[in-house]
């Protein structure tokens, strides 16, 4: 079974709208969780990330995401997209039975219109 | 300027070549991994590094081998036994640092064609 699923592998969207990007995933432990994003072309840039503590996590460019552990989400939310946050976006998970191991989900590409 | 460092960005190998991929860090981090990245299923872990002199496999292994002679450098070499090898190599490493525990930082990547 998948660790991590992103289920939307596009989503579309116009500009100024709000996104909500998902991210579910399965373990019987606790568990790290991160967002990436990815321009074409080059590595993964951490966008934020939950430890422990609040479980909403605010990160970078205006990004927000919640953890919910009993529907065993982490989806990525923003109020209101720009064209510059085009780009595809990997949510990945840490195990508490494995902290060196990340596992990624395949990725959605976030298409901003004008 | 702290940072990872992939090379080259592009690489073009005829098939059944060998070729060797570089990461460096100067980041001071223990661990250091390697991933490949296909078209829509993200990334897959191929091996990693958690101290100098030892490894371990990742999920698709078979067809790589890596070396870990220097905390900085984790280079990786794709041998001619890897049946499709044209892909998006991404190097990276993670903190051990408490505040910032298992925090995983990329390089730019090599995208390797086989020709």
């Known amino acids: 079974a998948q660790s991590v699923t992103q289920l939307d592998s596009q989503v579309p969207v116009f500009e100024e709208a709000p996104v909500e990007l998902r991210c579910n995933y399965s373990?019987?432990?606790?568990?790290?969780l991160f967002w990436y994003v990815q321009y074409p072309n080059q590595g993964l840039q951490l966008l934020l990330k939950?430890?422990?503590?609040?479980?909403l996590v605010k990160g970078i460019n205006g990004f927000e995401a919640e953890f919910n552990k009993s529907q065993t989400s982490f989806h990525l939310r923003k109020p209101s997209v720009h064209i510059s946050d085009t780009a595809e976006y990997f949510c990945?998970?840490?195990?508490?039975?494995?902290?060196?191991?990340?596992?990624f989900g395949s990725g959605t590409k976030l298409n901003v219109k004008p | 300027d702290g940072g990872i460092t992939q090379s080259p960005k592009y690489l073009f190998r005829k098939e059944g070549q060998n070729v060797t991929l570089s990461c460096e860090q100067n980041?001071?981090?223990?661990?250091m991994y390697w991933y490949r990245q296909d078209p829509g299923q993200g990334l897959r872990l191929i091996y990693y590094?958690?101290?100098?002199?030892?490894?371990q496999k990742g999920d698709i292994a078979e067809g790589y081998s890596v070396s870990r002679e220097k905390k900085e450098s984790f280079p990786l070499t794709v041998t001619s036994a890897q049946k499709n090898p044209t892909a998006f190599y991404l190097c990276?490493?993670?903190?051990?640092?408490?505040?910032?525990?298992?925090?995983?930082?990329f390089g730019p990547g090599t995208r390797l064609t086989v020709l």
């Open positions: 990945a998970v840490v195990k508490g039975n494995n902290f060196n191991k990340f596992y």
């Open positions: 373990s019987s432990v606790s568990v790290y």
């Open positions: 939950y430890l422990s503590g609040s479980t």
């Open positions: 980041l001071n981090h223990d661990a």
């Open positions: 590094s958690q101290i100098v002199n030892d490894f």
């Open positions: 990276a490493t993670v903190t051990s640092g408490r505040e910032n525990y298992n925090e995983q930082f």
